[in-house]
């Protein structure tokens, strides 16, 4: 027969308030009388659980009464409040170091206005130097020498009154001071005069210098009306330009200049324009341009000779051959850089599509947009040298620049050409 173990037995003596079953408590007494093992290990519980009680109830105090439960709530609800007032006490502190903190600043403060304020006074003002000059001996007897029967104006109200030049004050300061009708006002001496007037230069604001460049704006349009967008608008020789907006406006800042000045305007396709304006310092110049467009015309070149000869361009010739043509091999920029022992001539802000060598001569080709392509051809020309060779499907151009040979052509005509040419840098 299965023993019962120590849970089930302990649960026997709690039986009141272990939970068990009814049919489990009768099952648990039938086995304990049937079983003695069973038996005298309740006894052991049963003993260990006396003893255990009576050790207890030797250390607790009886003399001390038991607080009814209503009284123990009253005291846990007295706890609560107490720990709220303390939360409370620690916000209200923060909340008072704050404003402390405020008010500190703001005394702070305002004591340094003071003390800017009282420095400001304490500063002497620009004395003229006519005023650093002795005064004349009778001035001076004057200034020293008190007026019999005149009375004392307080120095501070009577100067404010004479610089205001306020008749109603000067008579209600003489009226306070006791003065009698007849009493002629006290006049501001010459050195409060001249003090007032120091005062006021030294605090009125110098005006910022005047912009002297000229403005010039006006807009772009064809023969139709329409706006011409980003044509190049500057004047030559002054490094000025712009190009035209959307709308076809544009201006332009240009440094002033003694003699009238030249305003051009270029558009690939259009012909190019010119309007005098006059360069004074400050002045403001509207000029409107109507450009006429111009067919492209294709012109054609002959090249004849070596590398390096001289090239001339034949009207109305057909082109049949072209001789001693350049070998030309892809390069990059610092190989080219090299071959001229300087930077490359270039169109600003036009994209640089490739770089070539023939030799001691560079081409440079760059997107003009429009599928419009420029070519330059440039080296350290020869004596007797005009323009070097080059493939051409429009007009050639040569320009010196610097210790340069440039030789530029385009599907463009020769003025758009050779605005472009006296760009490049």
């Known amino acids: ?161 004479a610089q205001r030049s306020d008749p109603e004050a000067t008579a209600e300061l003489r009226d306070q001071a006791g003065f009698a009708d007849t009493q002629p006002a006290p006049e501001p001496s010459v050195a409060t005069r001249e003090f007032a007037r120091a005062g006021a230069q030294a605090a009125a604001p110098s005006a910022p210098p005047a912009d002297d460049r000229v403005v010039v704006s006006g807009i772009v349009r064809n023969e139709r009306g ?32 003694d003699t009238a000045l030249d305003l051009t305007v270029a558009r690939i396709g259009y012909r190019t324009e010119k309007q005098a304006f006059d360069g004074r310092p400050g002045s403001t110049v509207v000029a409107d341009f109507d450009l006429h467009e111009e067919a492209l015309q294709l012109q054609e070149i002959i090249v004849a000779g070596a590398v390096g000869g001289v090239q001339r361009r034949a009207l109305g010739n057909a082109i049949t051959r072209v001789d001693a043509r350049p070998e030309w091999s892809s390069a990059t920029l610092e190989a080219a850089e090299a071959v001229l022992d300087r930077g490359l001539v270039t169109l600003p802000a036009a994209a640089v599509l490739s770089i070539d060598l023939a030799g001691t001569l560079v081409r440079v080709r760059q997107d003009l947009g429009d599928a419009v392509v420029l070519t330059l051809v440039q080296g350290h020309g020869n004596e007797g040298v005009e323009t070097w060779p080059i493939e051409s499907a429009g007009t050639v151009a040569s320009r010196q620049v610097d210790d340069l040979l440039v030789t530029a052509t385009a599907p463009l005509g020769d003025d758009s050409l050779q605005v472009l040419l006296d760009q490049v840098r």
């Open 1 to 161: 027969m299965q023993h019962l173990d120590e849970g089930l037995l302990q649960a026997w003596l709690d039986h009141p308030r272990s939970g068990l079953e009814p049919s489990e408590v009768a099952d648990i007494r039938s086995h304990l009388a049937s079983c003695e093992a069973c038996a005298r290990e309740l006894e052991v519980l049963r003993g260990s659980g006396v003893e255990a009680h009576s050790l207890l109830a030797a250390g607790v105090d009886r003399s001390v009464p038991r607080p009814p439960f209503e009284e123990v709530v009253r005291r846990a609800r007295g706890q609560g409040e107490l720990r709220r007032a303390r939360r409370r006490l620690s916000r209200m502190a923060w909340a008072a170091s704050l404003v402390v903190a405020l008010g500190v600043g703001w005394w702070s403060n305002d004591l340094y206005r003071q003390a800017r304020m009282a420095e400001a006074e304490r500063a002497p003002a620009a004395v003229p130097a006519r005023l650093l000059e002795a005064p004349a001996p009778e001035a001076e007897a004057a200034a020293i020498e008190p007026q019999v029967g005149a009375s004392t104006v307080p120095t501070g109200r009577a100067e404010e009154a």
């Open 226 to 257: 329409e706006p011409v967008t980003s044509a190049q608008v500057y004047v030559a020789g002054l490094d000025v330009g712009v190009l035209t907006q959307q709308d076809g406006s544009y201006t332009l800042l240009v440094p002033p200049a």
